[in-house]
């Protein structure tokens, strides 16, 4: 009997879906559902069961895993339906969340409202006792302040606690009795600790990481509980895995007790997609949704890892993999300023009502109206049919603009697209030109339904003359839960430099963390055959305000003398990687160290998208296209992308379709599908 393996990414207009049954490979779109997005969850699995001509339930009794790319936590935390947290805090020190770390983003900026802190002032309760910098008990605690805490946190109401003590991370005694006496006299209430949850010395970030995660312990629990018993009662078995926002997948049971990993998990797993469909060392890899524009880079085959993600106005608190978003998708609003200027996005028309095109009763003009609008669409045959568009309702949506510009219709069509173009430009060039990358010397891989509309356009005007559209592209971070590992990591704070190291405390800490993250892989099942170990650090020269991370590996996970000098050097490496400078002389101080758990042996066995053996693509006719060069309608050919041959090439001005994507062709680009069918595109 054969083992489907399955991974579904939730999208605010689509949830995709990517089957592997180790011959075949089978990318399924289904619109979301929110806010029950289970719902969207169990409609892709039909179409899916039915995509491999079987019932749902015969289905999920083959299926071996399910992993999930989730968005509940995340629009919880933008759309403010969180759960309202009472954060218990050291006395004196009540505005760690007001305060953040001083305004070091738009600092000029006269016309900025302070942000008002993740949990206010009246919900935040001071506690008495202090533990200093290297875990001496200055003051006990005093317990009658917790229990006040308590009472008050019942009036408020409150849904969860944070607890956030000045250096936990030193000695967390102080903080687990905290946690104690919530628990006794309020059980069912959740709590979460932040030397537990996030062990860094930063203030800032360790709490507010542990407000975020405790403001999520309504919410992300309540929905994989039910999405799992919808799962189950279908009739799966098998392994349900969520992905997480370091690029990998936890347990169910994992993501239900810090939630937090599961914020701005579904697009990290584009970047991981991208690692295994090119061999490239450099990659910039973006994905159009409906919704965003998400975009992330990879160097030498590193993903690149970030403790400055943003998530309203406060950032996470926790590393996770750097993918930025901007409100740039198919579903983008396109709309007339005040001043007479056009804007697209960020104001998205979702899932419901979508596009006008959709005919759902949408009337604001969007990317995919426009889109259509221009040819780029069949309006008969979005994905593959089962979609019919209204060319006629994108027409009079797109018509409003118009009007507004003095425009054409065709006019104000291209207009949208070409701003919409323009936003994702300046996202790319935000992750590679603003970080010290030339965007030119990247190669680019395109991910996202609606994405291989524009990437000819985009990539012309970055330069960039190489860039591939998966065959997977409509599903590219679905793709990504395919071929991911299982992650977690475990973090400690020991301060110590190189020049006055604490070699025994250090391997103490290490061997901590190592022990911790064996047990992690246990708890998910993980053979001791297919664990793996990796090791980080977070280290600054002296009289320097901010950390940078490097990796290392320390030989049967202890650290010798000798190899004090090889992690300074691996800053110093970093450091000039990032800044172009190093001091070779210069103090280092180490303040942080990471294990991560890796699961090596859960990447699915792939099929393919592509049919057997050379030859051409078939023609599909041809369709009317508005060509900005031009700006004129011209007759192009049209191509069957379904399932293309190993070496078919297709030269623009041209188009090609699939059931999922349609890819522009500009003059002087070329296109040739690759053994996994893949298109690899060149400019001439």
């Given at each position: 009997?054969?083992?489907?393996?399955?991974?579904?990414?939730?999208?605010?207009?689509?949830?995709d879906?990517?089957?592997?049954?180790g011959?075949?490979l089978?990318?399924?779109?289904?619109?979301s559902?929110?806010?029950?997005f289970e719902?969207?969850?169990?409609?892709a699995?039909?179409?899916?069961?039915?995509?491999?001509?079987?019932?749902?339930?015969?289905?999920l009794?083959?299926t071996?895993?399910?992993?999930?790319?989730?968005?509940?936590?995340?629009?919880?935390?933008?759309?403010?339906r969180?759960?309202?947290?009472?954060l218990?805090?050291?006395a004196g020190?009540?505005?760690?969340l007001?305060?953040?770390?001083a305004?070091?983003?738009?600092?000029?900026?006269w016309?900025?409202?302070y942000p008002?802190?993740?949990v206010?002032?009246?919900?935040t309760?001071?506690v008495?006792?202090?533990?200093?910098?290297?875990?001496?008990?200055i003051?006990?605690?005093?317990e009658?302040?917790?229990r006040a805490?308590?009472?008050?946190?019942?009036?408020?109401p409150?849904?969860?606690?944070a607890v956030?003590?000045?250096?936990?991370v030193?000695?967390p005694?102080?903080?687990?009795?905290?946690?104690?006496?919530v628990?006794?006299?309020?059980?069912?209430?959740p709590?979460?600790?932040?030397?537990a949850?996030?062990?860094?010395?930063?203030?800032?970030?360790?709490?507010?990481?542990?407000?975020?995660?405790?403001?999520?312990?309504?919410?992300?629990?309540?929905?994989?509980?039910r999405?799992?018993?919808?799962?189950?009662?279908?009739?799966f078995?098998?392994?349900?895995?969520?992905?997480?926002?370091?690029?990998?997948m936890?347990?169910?049971?994992?993501i239900?007790?810090?939630?937090?990993?599961?914020?701005m998990?579904?697009?990290?797993?584009?970047?991981?997609?991208?690692?295994?469909?090119s061999?490239?060392?450099?990659?910039?890899?973006?994905?159009?949704?409906?919704?965003?524009f998400d975009?992330?880079?990879i160097r030498?085959?590193?993903?690149i890892?970030t403790?400055?993600?943003?998530?309203?106005?406060?950032l996470?608190?926790?590393?996770?993999?750097?993918?930025?978003?901007?409100?740039?998708?198919?579903?983008?609003?396109?709309?007339?300023?005040?001043?007479?200027?056009?804007?697209?996005?960020?104001?998205?028309?979702g899932?419901?009502?979508?596009?006008?095109?959709?005919?759902?009763?949408?009337?604001?003009p969007?990317?995919?109206?426009?889109?259509?609008?221009?040819?780029?669409?069949?309006?008969?045959?979005?994905?593959?049919?089962?979609l019919?568009?209204?060319?006629?309702?994108?027409?009079?949506a797109?018509?409003?603009?118009?009007?507004?510009l003095?425009?054409?219709?065709?006019e104000a069509?291209y207009?949208?697209?070409?701003?919409?173009?323009?936003?994702?430009?300046?996202?790319?060039?935000?992750i590679t030109?603003?970080?010290?990358?030339?965007?030119?010397e990247?190669f680019?891989v395109?991910?996202?339904?609606?994405?291989?509309?524009h990437?000819?356009e985009?990539?012309?005007?970055?330069?960039?003359?190489?860039f591939m559209?998966?065959?997977?592209a409509a599903?590219?971070?679905?793709?990504?839960?395919?071929?991911?590992?299982?992650?977690?990591?475990?973090t400690?704070?020991?301060?110590?430099?190189n020049?006055?190291?604490?070699?025994?405390?250090?391997?103490?800490?290490?061997?901590?963390?190592h022990?911790?993250?064996?047990?992690?892989?246990?708890?998910a099942?993980?053979?001791?055959?297919?664990?793996?170990?990796?090791?980080?650090?977070?280290?600054?020269?002296?009289y320097?305000?901010?950390?940078i991370?490097?990796?290392f590996?320390?030989?049967?996970?202890?650290l010798?003398?000798?190899?004090?000098?090889?992690?300074?050097?691996?800053?110093?490496?970093?450091?000039?990687?990032i800044?172009?400078?190093?001091?070779?002389?210069g103090?280092?101080?180490?303040?942080?160290?990471?294990?991560r758990?890796?699961?090596?042996?859960n990447a699915?066995?792939?099929g393919?998208?592509?049919?057997?053996?050379?030859?051409?693509?078939?023609?599909?006719?041809?369709?009317?296209?508005w060509?900005?060069?031009?700006?004129?309608?011209?007759d192009?050919?049209?191509?069957?992308?379904?399932?293309?041959?190993?070496?078919?090439?297709v030269?623009?001005?041209a188009?090609?379709?699939?059931?999922?994507?349609t890819?522009l062709?500009?003059?002087?680009?070329?296109?040739?599908?690759?053994?996994?069918?893949?298109?690899?595109?060149?400019?001439?």
């Amino acid at each position: 009997m054969s083992q489907y393996q399955v991974s579904i990414d939730i999208g605010g207009t689509f949830t995709d879906c990517v089957v592997s049954d180790g011959a075949r490979l089978a990318v399924i779109k289904a619109p979301s559902t929110p806010p029950a997005f289970e719902r969207g969850f169990m409609d892709a699995l039909g179409l899916a069961a039915r995509a491999f001509d079987c019932e749902l339930a015969d289905f999920l009794a083959r299926t071996a895993r399910i992993v999930h790319g989730t968005t509940v936590a995340t629009n919880a935390l933008v759309e403010g339906r969180a759960g309202a947290v009472g954060l218990i805090c050291t006395a004196g020190h009540p505005d760690v969340l007001t305060l953040r770390e001083a305004p070091r983003k738009r600092a000029f900026d006269w016309r900025l409202d302070y942000p008002r802190p993740f949990v206010p002032r009246n919900r935040t309760v001071e506690v008495r006792g202090r533990i200093d910098a290297r875990g001496n008990e200055i003051a006990p605690l005093a317990e009658d302040d917790v229990r006040a805490a308590v009472d008050h946190f019942r009036r408020c109401p409150v849904d969860a606690v944070a607890v956030g003590l000045l250096w936990s991370v030193a000695e967390p005694a102080h903080e687990r009795r905290v946690g104690e006496i919530v628990r006794e006299l309020w059980p069912e209430v959740p709590v979460t600790l932040s030397h537990a949850l996030n062990p860094i010395p930063r203030e800032y970030r360790r709490t507010v990481a542990t407000a975020i995660d405790a403001s999520l312990h309504g919410i992300v629990p309540a929905y994989l509980g039910r999405l799992e018993g919808a799962v189950r009662e279908a009739g799966f078995e098998g392994s349900l895995l969520v992905a997480n926002c370091q690029g990998g997948m936890m347990t169910v049971d994992e993501i239900a007790a810090r939630p937090i990993h599961a914020v701005m998990s579904g697009p990290t797993l584009a970047p991981v997609a991208a690692l295994e469909l090119s061999d490239e060392p450099d990659i910039v890899v973006i994905d159009m949704g409906g919704t965003t524009f998400d975009v992330s880079a990879i160097r030498a085959r590193a993903l690149i890892r970030t403790t400055e993600a943003p998530i309203g106005d406060d950032l996470l608190g926790l590393p996770k993999i750097d993918v930025r978003s901007v409100g740039a998708g198919g579903g983008s609003i396109a709309w007339v300023d005040a001043g007479g200027l056009l804007r697209v996005g960020p104001v998205s028309a979702g899932a419901d009502p979508g596009p006008a095109a959709y005919g759902r009763g949408g009337t604001r003009p969007t990317v995919t109206d426009a889109n259509l609008v221009l040819g780029l669409l069949d309006a008969d045959y979005f994905l593959g049919g089962r979609l019919p568009l209204d060319a006629d309702a994108a027409h009079r949506a797109v018509a409003t603009v118009a009007e507004a510009l003095g425009l054409e219709v065709a006019e104000a069509a291209y207009a949208i697209h070409v701003t919409s173009n323009e936003n994702m430009i300046a996202a790319i060039e935000d992750i590679t030109v603003n970080e010290g990358i030339d965007p030119r010397e990247s190669f680019l891989v395109a991910g996202g339904g609606a994405t291989a509309c524009h990437i000819g356009e985009m990539a012309q005007a970055l330069g960039i003359a190489r860039f591939m559209v998966p065959g997977v592209a409509a599903g590219l971070s679905a793709f990504g839960g395919l071929v991911t590992d299982i992650r977690g990591e475990e973090t400690a704070t020991l301060h110590t430099s190189n020049r006055h190291f604490a070699l025994d405390a250090v391997n103490r800490a290490l061997a901590e963390l190592h022990g911790r993250a064996r047990r992690f892989l246990a708890r998910a099942g993980v053979p001791e055959a297919e664990r793996a170990y990796e090791y980080a650090f977070q280290a600054r020269y002296k009289y320097q305000s901010w950390e940078i991370e490097a990796p290392f590996a320390p030989a049967e996970g202890a650290l010798r003398a000798d190899d004090v000098p090889v992690l300074a050097d691996a800053f110093h490496a970093m450091h000039e990687r990032i800044h172009t400078i190093r001091e070779d002389e210069g103090e280092v101080e180490f303040t942080t160290w990471t294990v991560r758990a890796v699961g090596t042996g859960n990447a699915a066995a792939l099929g393919t998208t592509q049919a057997q053996g050379a030859g051409r693509l078939p023609a599909r006719g041809t369709r009317r296209v508005w060509l900005g060069e031009a700006r004129a309608f011209r007759d192009l050919p049209v191509h069957d992308g379904n399932a293309p041959p190993p070496g078919a090439e297709v030269a623009g001005p041209a188009l090609i379709d699939s059931d999922t994507t349609t890819i522009l062709l500009l003059a002087g680009q070329r296109a040739r599908a690759d053994a996994q069918g893949n298109f690899h595109v060149a400019s001439a």
